[in-house]
């Protein structure tokens, strides 16, 4: 006998439908405040779905019995169709071989490099900035997130405008995959109207665009010491073959898109909540104004020990990646469950991160919860980057490039806001609306 967590009823579900499709937050919220941390719903026809905010349960699926746990159809073959198969989209043995082969090229050691690479960007983007009025601060947040993978991935030379076609390109394509995923009933919509058409030949110029550049470098001797580079270089164990073009298509795309919107939501919830909170505003300051600018970045980012709480909190408050699925492969057991094979199960960080039974005053803005003293007391239920062999490969860089930015842009400018909320919207990352910030310039 199967055996789930307390039901909600489908009937009820689907009379809020409309709702919860433009926000589920409330709703995931609610569930959870009347039947616990974790609760299923079965619809009439089809298995039945599980949500959850509960660590153990987490950790069980992500880390433990990881291997009877696939991620759905939906970040697998919906967003395959247009991203191509890298390591976000792919399974099974052909996702443990690239991500065996791709790791290396995140190491610390070889982060080194990329990060002198995404400083001048940073600097470069701030430079855009408008001063002493009220800037919508996302769209910069965002155009700093895309040129920081875009450069670390091709160290290309500014005045490259096919640069900005590509990022014009993966905005659409990001647009176009949420709609279909949310409107599903309108697919054959998008199909008559030849709107999927459109969408796929943008996806092949955005892959001819990437082509030229591999072929370009393939051709160059030149070292450009970026992620290309590394990705180019990388060695299968088996037989020392290395990536297609297809292949190296298909995982720039990923990190293109794992990478850039995540980040941009970040940074700005982090100026928003740095701002709202004047005591963390002041230590920040004193942090970043102890920093010599002359020092290279790694050194800086050891010494940024509160501006990097700072982050952390912010990515518990508004995890970007704000849920995953996974569906059961075979029938499972944990603790008093039983699932049935098939079963697809939500995991929601953003209520894990505000769980009551892990974190004190949960919607509190307090850095101090990751000093070195309190940090150990978050590890069971902290999991912004995902957790067991899938968690995020781009960790490391997404702590860096938020570190450097935060440092930059205060070491520039004062920051203000009159917002004493964020709205949010979740989409398939959670996105901060109309977060704005008055940039004055420091005077030292
Ligand atoms: C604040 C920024 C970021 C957040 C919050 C974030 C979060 C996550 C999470 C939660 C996962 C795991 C999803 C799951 O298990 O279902 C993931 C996977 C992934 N992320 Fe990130 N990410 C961020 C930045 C980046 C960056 C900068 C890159 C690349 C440059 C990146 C590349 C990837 C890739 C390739 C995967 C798939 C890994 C695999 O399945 O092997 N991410 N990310």
């Known amino acids: 006998m199967y055996k789930y967590p307390n039901k909600i009823s489908f009937f009820k579900l689907l009379l809020k439908s409309s709702t919860i499709t433009r926000n589920p937050i409330p709703f995931h919220k609610e569930g959870f405040d009347k039947h616990g941390d974790s609760f299923a719903i079965t619809p009439p026809f089809g298995k039945t779905i599980m949500l959850t905010r509960d660590a153990e349960i987490i950790k069980y699926m992500l ?3 990881h291997r009877n746990y696939n991620k759905s159809k939906i970040q697998t073959k919906y967003l395959s169709k247009y991203v191509g198969k890298g390591l976000l989209t792919a399974s099974g043995d052909y996702w443990l071989k690239q991500r065996r082969l791709i790791q290396p090229a995140f190491h610390k050691e070889k982060l080194q490099k990329l990060v002198s690479i995404m ?4 600097g470069k ?3 855009a900035i408008k001063e002493d009025k009220k800037v919508d601060v996302y769209p910069i947040m965002n155009e700093l997130a895309f040129h920081v993978v875009a450069k670390s991935l091709f160290n ?5 405008t096919t ?22 009933h309108k697919k054959w919509w998008y199909q008559v109207s030849g709107l999927t058409a459109k969408h796929m030949m943008l996806v092949q110029e955005s892959r001819d665009i990437i082509n030229k550049v591999i072929d370009e470098r393939r051709l160059s001797d030149k070292e450009h010491d970026d992620l290309l580079d590394m990705l180019l270089k990388a060695k299968y164990e088996e037989d020392g073959t290395s990536m297609t073009n297809e292949q190296l298509i298909d995982e720039i795309l990923i990190f293109f898109v794992a990478g850039h919107e995540t980040t941009a939501n970040a940074l700005t919830f982090t100026f928003h909540l740095i701002a709202k909170n004047t005591e963390v505003l002041q230590k920040v300051i004193t942090e970043v104004d102890a920093i010599d600018d002359n020092l290279p970045p790694m050194e800086k980012l050891a010494k940024l020990n509160y501006v990097k709480m700072c982050v952390e909190e912010t990515l518990r408050l508004y995890p970007p990646a704000w849920i995953t699925d996974r569906v059961a492969i075979e029938d499972d057991s944990f603790e008093e469950y039983n ?6 199960i939500g995991i929601s960080f953003y209520e894990l991160h505000r769980n009551e039974k892990y974190w004190k005053n949960p919607n509190d ?4 919860r990751f000093s070195e003293e ?9 999991f912004p980057f995902g957790a067991g062999p899938r968690m995020c490969i781009g960790n490391g860089f997404a702590l860096y490039e938020m570190m450097l930015s935060v440092c930059a842009m205060l070491k520039k400018y004062h920051i203000e806001t009159d917002q004493s909320e964020v709205k949010i919207a979740p989409l398939i990352t959670l996105k901060p609306i109309d977060v704005t910030l008055k940039f004055t310039k420091r005077t030292s």
């Open 125 to 127: 983007q701030l430079q």
């Open 339 to 344: 699932i049935e094979k098939g079963t697809m």
């Open 119 to 122: 400083e001048v960007e940073i």
């Open 63 to 65: 880390r433990k019995n």
């Open 365 to 368: 803005f307090v850095p101090e």
């Open 374 to 382: 309190n940090r150990k007391e978050t590890a069971g239920h902290y």
């Open 156 to 160: 290309y030379s500014s005045d490259d």
């Open 163 to 184: 640069m900005h076609r590509l990022q014009e390109i993966i905005e659409k394509l990001q647009d176009f995959i949420i709609r279909e995923i949310r409107q599903p």
